[in-house]
């Protein structure tokens, strides 16, 4: 007879290396309670990184390895996640023989039916999936080179790299904490908007489109209202009267203004951290100021790893 182990996997640091900072978050357990122990963020030069791929590696390092002293993470086993911008998905329906379990050689040897448009090397992995009527594979990959660069860039800072995610999927854990049926979320940065609707907690929407300097609020809340009516289209069930906001809190104000007059939508900023308590050296009010561009790397910092 087999018993149960009572060891509980170690919750990892969550590192979000988005091209404008790198967001890191620390969580401790105490008697089954989560603490967050650390939320910091730490600037990176523009040009860093660019189209998802990292164009100045030392620059991307030493910030690593900045943040990392500063949190006193160094050495420590972390979560990363690559932008699911930049992340090949596929869903493939198994045949009966299947019923168990899908080899992975075998996903291995089918990626270039999968996503003929690849030319280059290809990292993959996936999970099954129990539908009411069959079993379904999902099939994420990523370019093998890219993949390789982050690994590099993380660990070549004295850090351990246990589990690459994808931000949406991190995104999504971390949306999980607000407990309800459907979620709509506009993430925005300097350079790009992603509209995203979540039903417990899976994504069954998502749009992005991309910022210029020149875009005014209002331009950036006309096309998202188009978006939410091509979503709405598709999704006749949902009933949209909440919207959550998270990136950047610079032009908040005036963007939750636009949106409850334009779309008609209560909006509400993202406060990921709002279930859980500080440790005794973080001040709220710091933390309230980064809150809504942490998700992901709180996202990540819940994965646990042996």
């Known amino acids: ?7 509980i996997p170690k919750l990892l640091v969550g590192i979000d290396i988005h091209p404008e900072e790198v967001r890191l978050v620390q969580l401790r357990e105490i008697k089954k309670k989560i603490f967050v ?9 523009q040009g860093t990184i660019v189209d998802g791929k990292i164009a100045n590696f030392k ?16 050495g420590c086993a972390v979560a990363i996640a690559l932008p699911i911008k930049y992340v090949f998905t596929k869903r493939i329906q198994l045949e009966k023989p299947y019923q ?10 089918n990626l270039g039916s999968y996503f003929p448009e690849v030319k280059d090397a290809l990292f993959c992995d996936y999970v099954m999936l129990d539908t009411l009527h069959a079993q379904e594979a999902f099939i994420i990959a990523v370019l093998y080179d890219q993949l390789k660069e982050y690994v590099r860039v993380v660990q070549e800072a004295d850090l351990k790299v246990k589990i690459v995610d994808v931000d949406l999927f991190a995104l999504s854990r971390a949306m999980q904490l607000y407990l309800t049926h459907f ?5 925005i940065d300097s350079s790009c908007a992603h509209f995203i609707v979540f039903q417990q907690g899976e994504v069954i929407f998502r749009h992005h489109w991309d910022i210029d300097q020149n875009s005014n609020k209002l331009e950036i809340v006309r096309q998202l209202k188009n978006v939410i009516q091509i979503c709405l289209s598709i999704h006749r069930h949902i009933e949209m009267n909440l919207l959550f906001l998270a990136g950047k809190q610079d032009a908040f104000s005036e963007l939750i203004l636009l ?4 779309c008609m939508l209560k909006t509400q900023i ?3 951290f709002f279930c859980f308590d500080l440790a005794s050296n973080l001040l709220r009010n710091e933390i309230s100021q980064i809150a809504p561009r942490m998700s992901v790397s709180l996202g990540l910092a819940l994965r646990r790893a042996v």
Do not use: G, W
């Open 59 to 74: 620059t991307l390092q030493m910030a690593l390895r900045a943040i990392s002293i500063s949190s006193q993470t160094v």
């Open 37 to 45: 122990e650390h939320a910091t963020v730490y600037p990176l030069e």
């Open 183 to 187: 979620i709509a979320l506009l993430d």
């Open 259 to 262: 949106i409850q007059s334009e």
């Open 1 to 7: 007879m087999f018993a149960l182990s009572k060891f």
């Open 100 to 109: 168990k379990k899908l080899k992975k050689k075998e996903v291995h040897a």
């Open 270 to 272: 993202v406060n990921p």
